[in-house]
């Protein structure tokens, strides 16, 4: 069964440092991986999306994310918060053949201290 | 362009009552899935409609929730006989086709069940 796992429920930073965000998948065959952020009272927006091309991949708003297979992460790191980047993030698999459904993690709340 | 749009985008129900949300997918787009998100939790993956094939029911949880899709637009979720653990937000999302596509979502209806 393909799943993914957020290693951390809350994490806080202070603006101008790095963010690190932590997941782990578990998949059968090659995933497409997704970041996805929540921001308060506002929808789902996709962060960055890694299908088999190169393993760093690079977003929005300055983060990027690492696909390592054979420690199946896929870390999403910015290298300076900023206080807007507080939100809920999401790490995402959508399994091989399945018809592009999302299966979610439970999510890290990033908090950022000024 | 339009983005999904959901409506109502909150509903207060009695227990025992039926729902249905609906949904505008993006235009154009042949993929439409339905996900519920629990408070503090990560999407569920409820349904997914791609074009005229046979919907992938397997993420709903009871045999009282159902949805349709008429052709490549709208999408009603409907839940029979409502019952206080169904009370979540209900997001929808669309994409250009299915596997590896950025699936964009819409605000969500909050459903309150009492």
């Known amino acids: 069964a393909q799943s993914v796992t957020q290693l951390d429920s809350h994490v806080s930073v202070s603006e101008g440092t790095p963010v690190l965000l932590r997941c782990n998948y578990s998949?059968?065959?090659?995933?497409?991986l997704f970041w996805y952020v929540q921001h308060p009272n506002k929808g789902l927006q996709l962060l960055l999306k890694?299908?088999?091309?190169?393993?760093l991949v690079k977003g929005i708003n300055g983060f990027e994310a690492e696909f390592k297979k054979s420690e199946t992460s896929f870390h999403l790191t910015k290298p300076s918060a900023h206080m807007s980047d507080a939100a809920e993030y999401f790490c995402v698999v959508s399994p091989y053949n399945q018809g592009g459904k999302l299966i979610f993690g439970q999510g890290t709340e990033l908090s950022v201290k000024p | 362009g339009a983005g999904v749009s959901q409506s109502p985008s909150n509903k207060v129900t009695e227990k025992g009552k039926d729902v249905e949300l609906r949904c505008d997918p993006i235009s154009g787009h042949t993929a439409l899935y339905w996900y519920r998100q629990r408070l503090g939790q990560g999407l569920e993956f409820l349904i997914y409609f791609q074009g005229n094939s046979a919907p992938d029911k397997s993420g709903l949880p009871s045999d009282r929730f159902s949805a349709e899709r008429t052709g490549e637009s709208v999408s009603t979720l409907t839940i029979q006989r409502t019952q206080q653990e169904d009370s979540a937000v209900y997001l929808c999302?669309?994409?250009?086709?299915?596997?590896?596509?950025?699936?964009?979502f819409g605000p969500g209806t909050r459903l309150l069940v009492l």
């Open positions: 998949s059968s065959y090659s995933p497409s």
């Open positions: 999302a669309s994409s250009n086709s299915g596997h590896q596509e950025t699936q964009y």
């Open positions: 890694y299908t088999s091309a190169a393993t």
